[in-house]
Structure formats: C-alpha cells, structure tokens
C-alpha cells in the first residue's frame, strides 16, 4: 500500500505542477497531444537501445513532445489555422506514424499498448530496480522522484518569468525575457512528466491528473503561487484518497484516483457558483441601500 500511495502522490504533484501553467495558458489540451505524439519516440528509443529502460524512451518521448510543440506552433504562425486546428494535425500524424511503427517492427517491439493507454499502478511494488546486486525499491518511484525534482527546479529557477508568460505572452517578449527557452522548457517537462507516468496510471488518465486538478484550483483562487499550491495540494488529496476508493469498491486505482479529481472539482464549482450569487445577492442590497433616498 505504502509504494502505490507514493508513486500516486508523486504521480499526482507533478502532473499538478505542469498542468498549471498549461491551464493558466489555456493550452490543456496540448498534455493531450503531446501524450499521443510521444508514441513513435518511444518506439524509437526502443529500436535504437533494445532495451525497455525507462530514460531512453524518456529522452525520445521528450524529442518528440518538443517536436510536437514546434510543429504546432510553425503551422499556426505560417498558416491561417488556430492553434487547436495545428495541434489536431500535428499530434494525430505523429501518432499514426507511431502506431505504423510498432506495427512493422511488432515482432521486435515488445510494448504493452495496454499498459500505455490505461497504466497499472498496482504492479509499481514489484517493479524492482537492482543496483549492484542491492534491492533500491520500486523503479516507478525512483523515476518519478527525479521527474518531479527537475520540475521543483524548473520552476523555481523560472518561477519570475514563468509567472509573466503565464498571464501575458507579449508582455513578457516586449520584456526581452527568454520566452522560446521558458516555453519549450516546460514543454519537454510536460513530455517527461507523461511518459514517466504511462506505466503508473497510462496515456489517457495522466491527462486529467494534469488538467483537473489545476482546473479546481484555477475556480479557487486568482494567485498564481496559490494555484500552483492548491494544484498539488488536490492532486495529492485525489491519489490518497483515490487508492482507499479503489480499495473500497474493487476497483482500478488510477481511474479511482481521476473520479476523485472530478469529485473535487465539482465540489469547487459548487461552492463557486454559491459563493458568486451570494456575493452578487450583498452587492445588490448595498446598491439598492445607496439609492434609497434618505
């Protein structure tokens, strides 16, 4: 219980962390792309170092989620398509092309498509790395541990102009401030968070671990550190909670863990809307007591 619970928190906290900034950039989606355009570095990886070692494939996951963000943006920039349209056409080509790539290589290609698209965290505890002979525990959690290191650092080298492009992308070019570095750096985290966490939780849940709870915590607050925090603190709170859910009702841990993404997030929006038309309802009777006459 006690590895699954912690690869679920890291798991959690740093798809938080980059999935706040896409959020604020109204760029969501774009986690969605770049976790189905990275298919055909991983294969890549694969056929290049014969092995199943999680940090090659990071590396080609990595090259092609950049790949994925430059090709977007060079289409829209050159055409007259919106960003969602050059996304669509970006991230489903590269996709194709990983899926022909593992059907021609697929008797050399020993990758679980299973496992990539929905993840199972409940083997993390048997996943054992060996390091000169001595047991270091489950390979998961070391990996994770060293994705959500370099994203704490990311941003808290970057938090200035991080918190800049988030709000103002112009602004910040006017500023001279290096927004091609800022923008593709968080990109290629963006693409090390997906991949280190298709084996925990796949392809399509890591998406709504990088939306949602940055999405509850956007309804919350309007402070860029407090979002930040509140993210990680609801993505944190779901994997917890998740894993005794899907204890509760025989259950998969990492939908378990997105259903309580969801709840939370309702639960925001609730209290939201209640608190909005409450506040609306005071100033209304302030305004009507203005313009009573004495």
């Not at 959500?148 to 070019?173: C, G, H, M, P, R």
């Not at 290629?188 to 939306?211: H, N, P």
């Not at 005071?282 to 007591?289: F, G």
Request: net charge negative.
């Amino acid at each position: 219980m006690f590895w699954i619970i912690l690869t679920a928190i890291l798991v959690s906290a740093s798809c938080a962390l980059v999935g706040s900034i896409l959020v604020m950039r109204k760029q969501a989606m774009l986690s969605d792309a770049i976790s189905h355009a990275v298919l055909p570095g991983i294969v890549i990886a694969f056929l290049l170092t014969a092995s199943r070692n999680t940090f090659p494939m990071l590396i080609g996951a990595g090259a092609f989620g950049l790949l994925t963000v430059y090709l977007t943006d060079l289409i829209t920039r050159k055409t007259k398509l919106f960003e969602d349209s050059s996304m669509g056409i970006v991230f489903t080509t590269l996709f194709a092309i990983g899926v022909i790539l593992v059907t021609l290589f697929a008797d050399m290609v020993d990758l679980d498509q299973e496992c990539i698209l929905y993840g199972e965290i409940a083997y993390v505890p048997w996943d054992r790395w060996l390091f000169m002979g001595m047991d270091m525990g489950p390979r998961p959690v070391w990996i994770l541990s060293f994705v959500l290191l370099l994203n704490i650092i990311f941003f808290l080298v970057t938090f200035k102009e991080l918190k800049i492009y988030s709000f103002d992308y112009q602004l910040a070019l006017t500023m001279g401030l290096p927004m091609a570095g800022i923008h593709y750096g968080l990109m290629g985290m963006v693409s090390f968070t997906t991949i280190a966490s298709f084996e925990s939780v796949g392809a399509i849940l890591v998406v709504a671990l990088i939306i949602v709870p940055p999405a509850t915590a956007y309804l919350l607050t309007d402070k860029f550190l407090n979002m930040i925090l509140l993210s990680v603190g609801f993505g944190v709170l779901s994997a917890i909670t998740g894993y005794f859910l899907a204890v509760w009702i025989d259950s998969t841990i990492a939908g378990a863990i997105v259903v309580m993404t969801g709840i939370y997030f309702l639960m925001a929006y609730i209290y939201k809307v209640y608190f909005d038309e409450k506040r609306q309802g005071l100033d209304s009777q302030k305004n009507i007591v203005a313009l009573t006459p004495k």
